[in-house]
């Protein structure tokens, strides 16, 4: 809560280019919210050089992906849309937060383990305290709610055992949050690896659907999609594939398996791939034309970024404040 009012963050880290996966499992969710929450959407660049990154490269992506924020829907005069690295509390509960925060606990991180068998030459601490730095983000706007995808899951379970474990030895300062994973598309699958998630960063091109991919592109991605060696459209198990191509069909289309599965019980793979295709394709045209359209007012973007930095300053410094004088640390003299 802030304020009396119910409070939202979420945030995604500009490590490459936004995927279907990203769009399905969290943003596309987030334009609902802006009415009954307060909302703070960050660009999460600190969480970014977890992993190496290019800098050039680093801020054109963290531009662009605040852009495409406000592109696929968010007011940014209703929405906090922000950079971590502009607001330093985000630094600093961190480092308190490590205080109460178990070895043990991140030892059980999945992604720390996936990510850590990925990057073998640079396992840091950074990536390892990854939650902490999150659990901070989420702490300090004293958030009621998180939309993320599925496989942040654990991260949000975390992040309630310490703001638990911090409100048991000095009270009620932290919101306890819980996460709000959507009903569909909270987990979209590698088109080329059906088992495994679609993530920004993989090395396979053909794995991902970038939100910038071009028609063509979407269309030429999905009907190389893996699937498997019968020919019936049909959800199951084993069926990773096909499963997976009727979960997007059915968000971007809003029709459920059944209607799916009927609409296609005639068809072959060829037609259903791209069905699908073109409905991504639609779907995905209206935000890449705002996005050009955005990326032209350098002015209106610089002035988003300002005017927001200053906003989640203030309420993340109101919330440090409170923890500092908690945890003993001297007040300021002004
Ligand atoms: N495949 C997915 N399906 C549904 N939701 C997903 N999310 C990520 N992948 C899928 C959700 O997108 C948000 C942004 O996540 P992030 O940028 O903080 O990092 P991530 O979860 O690690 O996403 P990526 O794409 O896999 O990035 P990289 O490759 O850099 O690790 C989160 O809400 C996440 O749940």
């Given at each position: 809560m802030l304020d009396g009012k119910k409070s939202l963050?979420?945030?995604?880290?500009?490590?490459?280019?936004l995927t279907l996966g990203n769009y399905l499992g969290a943003l596309k969710n987030w334009v609902d919210f802006e009415e009954e929450y307060e909302t703070f959407y960050c660009v999460?660049?600190?969480?970014?050089?977890?992993?190496?990154?290019?800098?050039?490269?680093?801020?054109?992506?963290?531009r662009s992906l605040l852009t495409l924020y406000i592109a696929a829907g968010l007011n940014p005069e209703k929405n906090c849309i922000y950079y971590?690295?502009?607001?330093?509390?985000?630094?600093?509960?961190?480092?308190?937060?490590?205080c109460f925060t178990y070895m043990g606990e991140l030892n059980r991180m999945t992604q720390f383990k996936d990510?850590?068998?990925?990057?073998?030459?640079?396992?840091?601490?950074?990536?390892?305290?990854?939650?902490?730095?999150?659990?901070?983000?989420?702490l300090l706007f004293q958030s009621d709610i998180v939309p993320v995808g599925f496989d942040q899951k654990q991260h949000l379970e975390i992040t309630r055992d310490i703001a638990e474990r911090f409100n048991s030895v000095y009270g009620d300062v932290f919101t306890i949050p819980d996460p709000y994973i959507g009903k569909q598309g909270a987990k979209i699958m590698s088109l080329?690896?059906?088992?495994?998630?679609?993530?920004?960063?993989?090395?396979?091109?053909?794995?991902?659907?970038f939100l910038m991919d071009d028609t063509d592109t979407i269309i030429r991605k999905f009907k190389r999609a893996v699937t498997d060696s019968e020919s019936e459209i049909r959800y199951s198990e084993d069926k990773p594939g096909i499963s997976n191509l009727i979960d997007v069909y059915g968000i971007t289309t809003g029709k459920?398996?059944?209607?799916?599965?009927?609409?296609?019980?005639?068809?072959?793979?060829g037609d259903f791939k791209l069905a699908v295709g073109e409905s991504v394709a639609n779907m995905l045209k209206p935000i890449q034309d705002k996005y050009a359209e955005l990326q032209k007012d350098k002015d209106y973007i610089d002035n988003i970024i300002k005017v927001n930095a200053d906003k989640a300053n203030y309420y993340a410094t109101k919330t440090l404040r409170k923890v500092q004088k908690k945890v003993g640390f001297p007040e300021r003299i002004r």
């Open positions: 963050f979420s945030g995604m880290q500009a490590t490459g280019t999460v660049d600190m969480h970014s050089i977890t992993v190496r990154q290019d800098p050039a490269e680093l801020r054109k992506r963290a971590q690295s502009h607001v330093s509390a985000h630094a600093e509960l961190s480092w308190i937060l490590n990510k850590a068998a990925k990057h073998t030459d640079n396992i840091n601490a950074g990536l390892y305290t990854y939650p902490v730095l999150m659990a901070a983000d989420i080329q690896e059906p088992e495994k998630k679609m993530s920004k960063s993989d090395e396979n091109p053909n794995a991902s659907i459920s398996v059944a209607e799916t599965e009927k609409e296609f019980a005639s068809s072959g793979y």
